[in-house]
């Protein structure tokens, strides 16, 4: 079956980074695009970032231009997501999810519902 398994979330001081992995299992990520997912308490789900099969990447809000960076290793079936320079207000459960996608097609990261499947999340807290 189809798994995805998030890893390398902790606790960070504000200023600090972490670098996340998406480990995929049973697919090849030569079909998928993977993306990033964020949500804290009481709070809606939101797109972080995403890339694509052809190595396109696409990034959510204004707040975490230029701070996060995602890459994908398609021998290791595994996608990251480095979090840098973070802010107490990027606390949250991190989540990774793949949709089936062509390579050229536009990817949904505003749109949680539109992907099939999902990982249990690791949690990123920032915190002085």
């Known amino acids: 079956q189809l798994q995805l398994v998030e890893s390398g979330g902790g606790l960070v001081q504000p200023g600090g980074s972490l670098r996340l992995s998406c480990a995929a299992s049973?697919?090849?990520?030569?079909?998928?695009?993977i993306g990033w997912f964020r949500q804290a308490p009481g709070k809606e789900r939101e797109g972080v970032s995403a890339?694509?099969?052809?190595?396109?990447?696409?990034y959510g809000a204004d707040s975490m231009k230029g701070r996060f960076t995602i890459s994908r290793d398609n021998a290791k079936n595994t996608v990251y997501l480095q979090l840098n320079s973070l802010k107490p207000e990027d606390t949250a459960v991190y989540y990774c999810?793949?949709?089936?996608?062509?390579?050229?097609?536009?990817?949904?990261?505003?749109?949680?519902?539109?992907?099939?499947?999902w990982g249990q999340g690791t949690q990123v807290t920032v915190s002085s």
């Open positions: 999810a793949a949709v089936m996608a062509a390579p050229f097609e536009s990817i949904p990261i505003s749109t949680p519902a539109l992907w099939h499947y």
């Open positions: 049973g697919f090849s990520l030569d079909y998928y695009a």
């Open positions: 890339i694509s099969s052809s190595n396109t990447p696409t």
